[in-house]
């Protein structure tokens, strides 16, 4: 799991993993320079952005295809397992030549799970990246999924997933989660227990592998110095690729909820916890982008406003953040921080009247301008980080299906009006309708 998010540095190390403010912050690009999209005749996407001055090149494989599709499909890791598996042993190479193969080309490597989405990545020195690509095909298409290498990877799984349970905040985000979404796959726990999977099963790996990576659930992108021959390269070993995908639609989840706070107990922490969350329906990125990208703006100006009276004037909390977690199935809005224990009640009120407060109309011309032009700055940015750049765009274009979004991001930006900021507001900061989880010493 990772974040998007760039932008403040929050109260804890990483940010929560599934919340960020993401859509608006990723890399631009200008007509001159344009992301060119293009499709292999078996109907697999590749997706070129050449960046300036940069001599690597991001090779990413990328499926619509994640934790909340093997939640409702399986209620087993199976994404996740896909993940790590499909680093193993292929038809024409063992596990241990392998991952020789991807140490001598790579500069960086990894296999990433997010809800909705998986990637798969290397990057290389440019002249490498057909070598990079030929493996990434040899990884997606030769897979053995043998059953004894399935048993030997749940111990590798078992204890990444005990990373997560060890982060003692990690249960007030999924507690916010499980109440929001009761019912529905999102609100299952994304870490699962050491029992779940000891009784993965191959069969399950198996059919995930069939019947979601195929073309049509597919995106090859290529990112930074791009040659013709990384894109050749993905014509020649791709093309091969067969299939469609047959799993079903996942059903969206309802918008009802009624303020709830809760309380949790985790001994031996220093800082008290608030996660709050508010649901709105999920939006499709291709008819509703305007609205989406309102929706990201607004956490923007929401974050601007609490650091301000938290931080700056308050001096309550070392970071504070708002962000969105937006799906085709669910989305929300949240904000999170850390305060001392005695401060944790006074803290959540001043959350609940700044969002109560920008639901009644009280945003600026000002605020939206500065934001917009902070959103705009990260952007370009961004445009220079590989990774980062690459990563966005494999999102983009595997998950939104707007692979465009790079040239689009100014003008979009900029034609955000302020009514559309407070209409948005309105809408989806009804606090009455939040969950609060405290996490307290």
Known sequence: MATLDRRVICAWPNPPPKLHGGLLNGAITDSSNPTHVSMLDNGIQMVVRKVPGVNTTLSVFSVNYGDIHSRQQFDRPTAHFLEHMLFRETKKRSSRRLWSRIMTLATDFNGITFDDATIFYL????????????????????SRLRGTTIEKEKGPIMQEYATYRDDPYYPAYERVESILFRGHPAGRPSVFTDKE????????????????????????TLYGAVTKAAENAVR?????????????????????????????HSPGLNQAQVVMGIKFPPINPKSDLNHLLAMDLLTEIATDKLWARARTDKGWVYGIRAGIDPHASYAYTAVWSGTSPRRLNRLTDLIYNTLDEMAAGEITEREVARNKRLILRNATANTELVEDGG???AIEATVLKRPDLAENRPALVTSITL???????????????????????
């Open 419 to 441: 009514d559309q900021i407070r209409e948005v507001a309105q809408k989806h900061l009804d606090t009455s309708r939040s969950v609060t989880v405290h996490l307290r010493p």
């Open 197 to 220: 999977i000891a009784s993965m099963r191959r069969r399950d790996v198996v059919q995930a592998w069939r019947e979601e990576y195929t073309p049509d659930n597919a995106v090859v």
């Open 391 to 393: 990563h966005d765009l």
């Open 236 to 264: 020649k070993y791709l093309s091969g690729m067969a299939g469609r995908l047959k799993t079903p639609k996942i059903i969206s989840a309802n918008l009802d909820q009624k303020r709830t706070l809760e309380t949790l």
């Open 123 to 142: 990057r290389t020195v440019k002249e490498d990246a057909p070598k990079a690509v030929e493996v990434l095909s040899d990884m997606m298409l030769n």
